[in-house]
């Protein structure tokens, strides 16, 4: 159809709509209709109706605002109202009776309102991740990682940042306990050193005292038991967790001849390989805060170089997820695998997905003399 022909059709549709003088509905109906210009040049010519301009003011159509429901209008709000005050009645505790009072000698380095920081260490797996504090008020508020530590940079985890509420805990325990009953650090003091000093009347060097902690890496705590222990000769103290790093232990006594833990440089790694490790976000890698920066900074910064990461894991893990090359295999096969990248070509047992990614493995490693890590899981054999 040409344009002329457009144009006379849109116009006998114009005198249709002014002749009809139509309603709302009618109105409605026709704009649907309209298509194309057709559309633009009926709205314009509506723009004058007495129906289009209702159609713009009104945002409900007519009898919307009528009440047709057999409960009447007072019966609605008189329900509203009732299930508004018991969800309220619900919801409301009655909080604790507290005098808030001023500082009769406010501190001199305390300004209300100005946040303090404070550097510390957060115990963490047996080992103590640094930490900036910030408070308000002697309150701590939030935790974030300590830039001037060489274990952090900075950084911090989930583990840190969660555990700002345990401070905030209301089920902690305020005070020393016995029986249910509150007691004092003296009642507690003198309790305990009628069970040790005066061990049923022996003598300190028959004393049989017996200490149970979780591991721990801080050289005040040594210090102080190793005290007790000349003290007390035969006393013990055990180490004791639940999930431990005893394999580890074993490995690094096999290889050095002693208990040591390894650290990783990963910034000068340009091809990693995990044995079923995560050293990405795991609580068994001591350090693992400082790895993870470690090892994203080398994927961030193009003037450092793109690192490749090689993962064999029996479970999913974020260091997995994070891998180029990811094989997935059980845990009793990871020793296999280890074994099969020491004498590139002895696979034995190996299928065929996991024989070719440890040539693909061996391959890169072989590429990358000095440059190279391999990470061995914590919960291994020790052969690993």
């Known amino acids: 159809m040409s344009k002329k022909s457009d144009a006379n059709s849109n116009l006998i549709a114009v005198n249709e709509i002014k002749a009809a003088s139509p309603d709302v509905e009618t109105l409605r109906r026709k704009l649907a209709q309209a298509k194309g210009p057709r559309y633009w040049r009926t709205l314009e010519e509506f723009a004058n109706e007495k129906a289009f301009g209702e159609l713009l003011q009104r945002e409900f159509p007519r009898g919307a605002s009528e009440w047709v429901d057999t409960v009447s209008r007072r019966n609605f709000l008189k329900l509203s109202a009732a299930s508004m005050a018991l969800a309220g009645l619900v919801g409301c505790t009655k909080q604790p009776l507290e005098q808030i009072l001023p500082y009769v000698r406010q501190p001199e380095e305390l300004v ?3 946040p303090m920081f404070y550097a510390t260490a957060m115990p963490f797996a047996g080992y103590g991740i640094p930490v900036l504090v910030e408070s308000h008020e002697f309150r701590p508020t939030k935790i974030e990682g300590n830039p ?10 989930i583990f840190a940042q969660a555990s700002i509420l345990n401070l905030y805990d209301p089920d902690r325990s305020n005070t020393v306990t016995h029986m249910g009953e509150a007691r004092t650090w003296a009642d507690f003091v003198a309790a305990i050193r009628k069970e040790i000093f005066d061990q049923t009347g022996k003598p300190k060097q028959d ?9 721990t890496s801080s050289p005040t705590l ?3 038991m190793k005290a007790i222990l000349q003290m007390y000769p035969q006393a013990r103290w055990h180490r004791y967790d639940p999930v431990h790093r005893d394999s580890m232990r074993a490995g690094s006594k096999m290889v050095f001849g002693g208990y040591y833990d390894p650290v990783y440089n990963f910034a000068a790694a340009d091809i990693v390989v995990s044995l079923d490790g995560d050293f990405l976000s795991g609580a068994w890698f001591p350090g693992f805060v400082r790895y993870a920066r470690d090892f994203m900074g080398r994927r961030k910064d193009p003037a450092k170089g793109m690192n490749r990461l090689y993962v064999a894991e029996s479970s999913p893990t974020t260091t997995g997820m994070k891998a180029d090359h990811r094989l997935r295999l059980a845990p009793s096969e990871v020793e296999k695998v280890a074994r099969a990248l020491m004498t590139p070509g002895s696979a034995v047992g190996l299928s065929a997905e996991q024989q070719k990614w ?3 493995v061996a391959g890169d490693l ?6 190279s ?3 061995p899981g914590e919960f291994q054999t020790p052969a690993v």
């Open 366 to 371: 072989a590429q990358h003399h000095g440059t």
């Open 373 to 375: 890590l391999i990470v």
């Open 148 to 157: 001037q530590h060489a274990a952090s940079l900075g950084a911090t985890d």
């Open 358 to 360: 440890v040539k693909a």
């Open 207 to 215: 004393a049989k005292v017996r200490f149970l902690s979780g591991s």
């Open 112 to 114: 209300p309102g100005r």
């Open 222 to 224: 040594a210090a102080q």
